[in-house]
């Protein structure tokens, strides 16, 4: 299913090896000019009428806000039984913030697809994770109150299937006092017929330094929660030096963390659908990686003529290119990095996968996933 492009290669002699048509090949990866390949480019090869036969009895979700664009979000629809909607906050009262951009629309398209469209709940202020919003709330019952049910009427009223909490850098010593608040949820939303999930920062063990870890409790989370998502990725990132997003060997081990705290049966493993472009030489402090996604990265080693590599410790490709005399590294996600990810989850009987975000063209990824009928 999953092809590697080979120097000199063309589109029309690999679709006339696999008896496909090269305008299906060239529809499925996307790609805007057959004579154009990349070295070491990864193509998904289905016949036609042919599915993807990755998934198994996975569940498959992922983020998307408001303001996506329709057309892209539609082409992911086909493999998710879920859509998180990005997202609710909420003041230091208690009262939820709704999206700048009226989220009805993705709600109605989810359940026309046969989707379970999720609330997600952040403790965002002027676009960042504020943790003292989260401080006040989780030591506050009567706002824990307040905000609940001022959740559990939207997603009544909105037709939500329930509420994703999607809190950050939690303060060490309120590490207890989220997770009840997680509990309190799940309990009263249960009561009525909506679940519960967390997204959990991705730890190695129970205590690992950083602001970004030690307020997250995956034990407790994972007994308060109906399920949790595992935010494995951002090991390269806008700051950090150039690295794959998830490198695989990474992933794992925060997935092999978690299966000794969670239910295997309640862990869902996040999967980046981006990549970075930085320039040489890194520095740091002061280098900032350009967000990318991964057709794009493809089209731009197309375009600069660069061989795509793959990292053997991380399983994704990467490769390097000169633009204005600077040489630039490139680290993104393909079908074949995809395909190593989603094999890991089913090797573990995970819950699924879910995927940051969907707001980026990538359709090789979704027919790879693609719901069977009974699903």
Do not use: C
């Not at 994704?316 to 633009?323: A, D, G, R, V």
Request: aromatic content about 14%; cysteine-free.
């Amino acid at each position: 299913m999953i092809y590697v492009v080979s120097r000199g290669e063309t589109l029309y002699t690999i679709a006339e090896s696999f008896g496909v048509p090269v305008e299906k090949i060239a529809f499925d990866n996307q790609i805007a000019n057959p004579d154009n390949l990349a070295e070491g480019q990864a193509l998904l090869i289905l016949q036609p009428g042919e599915e993807g036969e990755y998934r198994d009895e996975m569940q498959v979700t992922g983020y998307a806000y408001p303001f996506a664009e329709p057309f892209i979000l539609e082409q992911a629809f086909p493999a998710l039984n879920e859509l998180l909607v990005f997202s609710y906050g909420f003041t230091f009262e208690g009262e939820l913030v709704p999206p700048l951009k009226d989220d009805l629309w993705m709600i109605e398209s989810a359940w026309k697809n046969g989707i379970e469209p999720i609330m997600v709940l952040t403790p965002f202020t002027e676009g960042t994770f504020n943790n003292q919003l989260v401080k006040v709330l989780v030591e506050n019952k009567e706002i824990q109150e307040r905000l609940i049910q001022n959740v559990l009427e939207t997603v009544q009223q909105k037709g939500y299937a329930g509420v994703d909490i999607d809190f950050e850098y939690i303060l060490p010593d309120n590490r207890i006092a989220y997770a009840e608040f997680v509990g309190s949820m799940q309990e009263i939303l249960s009561g009525q017929g909506y679940q519960t999930s967390v997204a959990l920062a991705p730890k190695e063990r129970a205590d690992q330094p950083g602001l970004l870890y030690e307020g997250m409790d995956y034990r407790l989370l994972g007994e308060n929660a109906d399920y949790v998502f595992l935010m494995t990725y951002e090991w390269g990132y806008t700051y950090g030096p150039p690295m794959a997003v998830a490198p695989l060997n990474k992933v794992r081990q925060v997935v092999e963390y978690a299966l000794t705290e969670i239910p295997r049966e309640k862990i869902m493993m996040g999967i980046p659908n981006y990549g970075y472009d930085w320039t040489l030489p890194y520095e740091r402090g002061v280098s900032r990686a350009r967000l990318i996604g991964n057709v794009e990265a493809v089209n731009l080693a197309v375009e600069n003529g660069a061989a795509i590599q793959f990292s053997g410790q991380a399983q994704s490709p990467y490769f390097t290119y000169m633009q204005n005399s600077q040489i630039h590294e490139v680290w993104f996600e393909d079908v074949r990095s995809i395909s190593y990810k989603l094999e890991m989850a089913r090797d573990y009987a995970l819950r699924g996968v879910g995927y940051w975000n969907l707001m980026r063209p990538f359709r090789a990824n979704w027919l790879m996933l693609e719901r069977p009928a009974e699903l």
